[in-house]
């Protein structure tokens, strides 16, 4: 029985897990890299950075310290953004207890090794059972106890039931799936899409032009899943599918808006820096280019945005290419 979790992260994410799990009776201990956002969270008892407006628990506990953060874990959940895992699990790592299992809440893929995250934990703390919890789940409408289904994969089927029961309310429902690889490549890669889709709000290029992108987005992605893998089923799921539609519509959704804002015109690097959160979409882009190469797969969409961000490619210019591209049968 899951009594006791560690929560690593202290972004929106963490901070509205960490919120529900304490409502469902669980004793968490919130831990963050940086002392003084955790000094600030405990004297609002809000987090004010990445979730303005949402009270923390009075039952969560608040930590810098490691050695207290897992103590007596029966679950540790990650909730560091993927391209600074491998960095805080090692400095964690002398004191994780051994098999333990974690959950992982980040959706991304580490440059240069082209890990998932999952893959990224098993490589840094040995193996252990591992699962994600992905799906559509922006922070702001948990924090309001707004109905959100997601889907908590592992290659450990008991282990994904576990997460399943612990995670589950009234208003936060959870499904199982094993295809490990799928759902985390799904996460990661909608968020190149959702990019793509702030582009063309940013443009003002209207509702057609942003249909036929997740239609055409959604192909590719899931183009690049089956090479690698995944099970074609699950990018017509949660973690698929819902996760791109709302994570590409969402006024919340940090990689639309940052699209939208390159979209008006501004710059890459300006539009990072405006942004408090981390903009996951930006280095997975990179990540998922080296994995299509790699596997031989054509992601039109995707290698358009990558030398938006990467090559400083005009907008409309590479819509135009994309738009230009020899005519052919829908290859769905």
């Known amino acids: 029985m899951i009594q006791r979790i560690a929560m690593i992260g202290d972004g929106a994410m963490a901070t509205v897990s960490s919120n529900l799990l304490v409502s469902k009776g669980c004793r968490v201990t919130l831990w963050g890299f940086f002392p003084e956002h955790i000094q600030e969270m405990v004297q609002d008892q809000e987090n004010r950075r990445f979730l303005p407006g949402v009270r923390l628990s009075s039952q969560l506990k608040l930590t810098t310290n490691a050695a207290s953060a897992f103590d007596g874990a029966d679950l540790i959940v990650s909730a560091v953004p993927c391209q600074f895992m491998r960095g805080v699990w090692r400095q964690l790592a002398e004191h994780v207890p051994p098999g333990v299992p974690v959950v992982s809440v980040a959706k991304g893929i580490e440059n240069d090794t082209l890990l998932r995250p999952t893959q990224i934990l098993t490589d840094v703390l040995g193996d252990r059972p591992v699962a994600a919890l992905s799906g559509p789940s922006i922070a702001t409408e948990l924090a309001k106890c707004l109905p959100a289904t997601v889907v908590a994969s592992s290659a450990d089927s008991e282990f994904a039931r576990t997460v399943q029961q612990v995670f589950t309310t009234q208003w ?109 979409g930006v280095p997975t882009t990179k990540s998922v280019i080296q994995l299509a190469d790699r596997h031989d797969v054509e992601m039109p969409i995707t290698r358009g945005i990558y030398q938006i961000l990467f090559e400083d490619k005009d907008v409309i210019e590479a819509v135009t290419q994309l738009m230009s591209r020899s005519l052919k049968p829908e290859a769905i």
């Open 172 to 280: 936060f429902r959870v499904y199982t799936n094993t295809d490990l690889v799928g759902v985390e490549l799904a996460g990661a890669t909608k968020n190149v899409i959702a990019l793509a889709a702030g582009m063309v709000d940013g443009l003002g290029a209207g509702d057609n032009a942003k249909s036929a992108l997740l239609a055409r987005g959604l192909v590719e992605i899931t183009r690049l899943g089956v090479a690698l893998g995944a099970e074609r089923e699950t990018f017509f799921g949660l973690a698929g599918l819902g996760d791109l539609v709302t994570t590409c519509i969402s006024p919340h959704g940090r990689n639309r808006t940052a699209g939208e804002r390159i979209g008006k015109g501004m710059k890459v690097k300006d539009v990072l820096d405006s942004i408090e959160s981390v903009v996951e």
